[in-house]
């Protein structure tokens, strides 16, 4: 299960859960316990939805969050 930040079009970023990365040939986006930033409910979703599909001409891009499983790797500069 990743953690991702989803970026639409004229809309807020929803912060969700996803089971997979999407593919190139997808057409659409599956989504888990789609919520604000800030964990309140979308205003556009009912309280009691948990999974969500969006086509993938409203997201402009998704962000991925390190999971506990990932080493994270970085770079420091002297």
Same mark, same amino acid.
């Given at each position: 299960? +990743?953690?991702v930040l989803i970026h639409i079009a004229n809309? *807020?970023?929803i912060l969700a859960e996803?089971?997979?990365i999407p593919e190139a040939s997808d057409q +659409?986006?599956?989504?888990?316990?789609?919520r604000r930033r *800030?964990?309140?409910d979308l205003h556009y979703v009912m309280p009691e939805v948990q999974t969500v599909i969006f086509p993938w001409?409203?997201?402009s891009f998704i962000?991925?969050?390190p999971t506990e499983e990932?080493?994270?790797v970085s770079f420091i500069r002297e």
């Open positions: 299960m +990743f953690t809309e *807020d970023p996803m089971e997979n +659409f986006v599956v989504i888990n316990n789609p *800030d964990g309140k001409h409203r997201i962000e991925l969050f990932e080493d994270i």
